[in-house]
Nanobody, 125 residues
């Protein structure tokens, strides 16, 4: 059974940093694209970042230059380093896994097959 578990969320002040982690219980993790999405109260889920199985990177415009996604295929983990956090980054962050999306499809949440339970990130001003 596939399971994604996020960790690392919390409360941080504006300008601070957090690193989210996602542990993926997937047999062939190395062949999966991994993504981060977020959902703020009253808003729809939105794409944050993705890393393809081949190491390609995708970032939402709002986080480009501040967030960095990475993966460790030996540990079945994906990370989201978040720097210079803003109040608008406050949301529940979700890790997701996909097997067959390509290119810009990685920015579409409907392409993803598996989702974690989410971790709360709150940025205080």
């Amino acid at each position: 059974q596939v399971q994604l578990v996020e960790s690392g969320g919390g409360l941080v002040q504006v300008g601070g940093s957090l690193t989210l982690s996602c542990t993926a219980s997937i047999n062939d993790f190395i062949n999966h694209n991994m993504g981060w999405f977020r959902q703020a109260p009253g808003k729809e889920r939105e794409f944050v970042s993705a890393i393809s199985w081949g190491g390609g990177f995708h970032y939402a415009y709002s986080v480009k230059g501040r967030f960095t996604i990475s993966r460790d295929n030996d540990k079945n983990m994906v990370y989201l380093q978040m720097n210079n956090l803003e109040p608008g980054d406050t949301a529940v962050y979700y890790c997701a896994a996909d097997y067959d999306a390509v290119g810009r499809e990685l920015e579409d949440g409907t392409e993803y097959d598996y989702w974690g339970q989410g971790t709360q990130v709150t940025v205080s001003s």
